[in-house]
C-alpha cells in the first residue's frame, strides 16, 4: 500500500536498546593476518537489521575463502578493491562456473550453491551480503575433517592409510586458506609429485600437503554466528608451485561473465 510503514513485528522501536548504527571493524569473524581477515555483521550486532547480515572481507593475492556453502542464505558478493574469481557449482547443470570481478561488480552466489572466492592481486576488499539475519555456513575444512577417513576411503575406493595422511593438517575452521603456518609451497609440490608416484592414480589429488604435520581434531564449529574467532599469524609464501604457474583469469571488460572452463590460464 502505497505511503504505508513497514516495521518487524519483533522489533520494539521505542526501546533505549534499539540500535542503528555498528562499527564492523570492532567484530572480527575470523584473522589469519593483518592483511586477510573477515570482519561480520549480524542482528546479534545491529537489531534493526531484519534479514541481511554482511561480511567484510579483506585478502591479499593468492588466499581463498575457502570452498562452503550457506545452507540458508544466498550471498551477494560485491567487490569493493582489488579483484577476484568467485566459482561456483551450478547444481542444476552441474558446471563449476568462475566469475571474475573488479571494483564495482558483484557475482551472485544462490542459496545452498557451493563456492569459493580467490582474490587475485593484493589489497582485495570484498563485501557479501546476505538475505538472513544469521546466515549458516558449512564449511569445506569442516567436511573434510570430520568425515571419518575410512568412509572417504570406502566410498570412492582409495588407500584409508593414505587418505589419512593427506587430511591429517586440514584444520577445522580454516574460512581463509592456505593457513598461515603452512609450509614452504617448494616442499609441498616435491610432496605432491612425491606422491602421485607412490599412490594409485585416483589417490592423486589426495597427496596435496602430506608432508605437513597433523593438526589435533578441534570442537565442533558454532553456525556462522557472529562469535570472533582471532587467528593470529603471518603467511609469507606465494601460492603453492602449481597454482603460480595457472594464475587465475583476469579480464576487465567482461569481468561480469563466467569462465566456463577451469578458472584458471
Known sequence: MKGRIRVTSY??????????????????????????????????????????????????KSNVVE??????????????????????????????????????????????????????????????????????????SDILSKTPANVLAHTYCLNEALVKEALAPVKPQTFIGPPADCCDPSQVAAANM?????????????????????????QAPQPFGYQPMPVHGYYTQPYAQPYRQHPYVQFNPNAGNAVNETGIE
Open 194 to 218: 612425491k606422491g602421485t608416484k607412490m599412490a594409485p592414480v585416483n589417490m592423486a589429488p589426495m597427496m596435496a600437503n602430506a608432508n605437513m604435520a597433523p593438526y589435533s581434531y578441534q
Open 67 to 140: 570452498p562452503h556453502y550457506h545452507q540458508n542464505a544466498a550471498e551477494l558478493v560485491y567487490c569493493i578493491s582489488g579483484c577476484a574469481v568467485v566459482s561456483l557449482i551450478n547444481p542444476f547443470t552441474n558446471e563449476l562456473l568462475h566469475f571474475p570481478i573488479s571494483p564495482g561488480q558483484v557475482a551472485n552466489v544462490p542459496q545452498g550453491w557451493w563456492h569459493y572466492e580467490v582474490a587475485t592481486v593484493d589489497c582485495t576488499h570484498l563485501l557479501a551480503i546476505f538475505d538472513a539475519p544469521t546466515p549458516e555456513v558449512i564449511l569445506g
Open 11 to 60: 522489533m520494539d522501536y521505542t526501546s533505549p536498546n534499539t540500535q542503528f548504527t555498528f562499527d564492523m571493524n570492532c567484530n572480527t569473524l575470523f584473522k589469519k593476518d593483518d592483511c586477510n581477515y573477515i570482519n561480520v555483521l549480524g542482528i546479534k550486532n545491529l537489531n534493526t537489521l531484519e534479514n541481511t547480515s554482511l561480511l567484510d572481507i579483506f585478502l591479499s
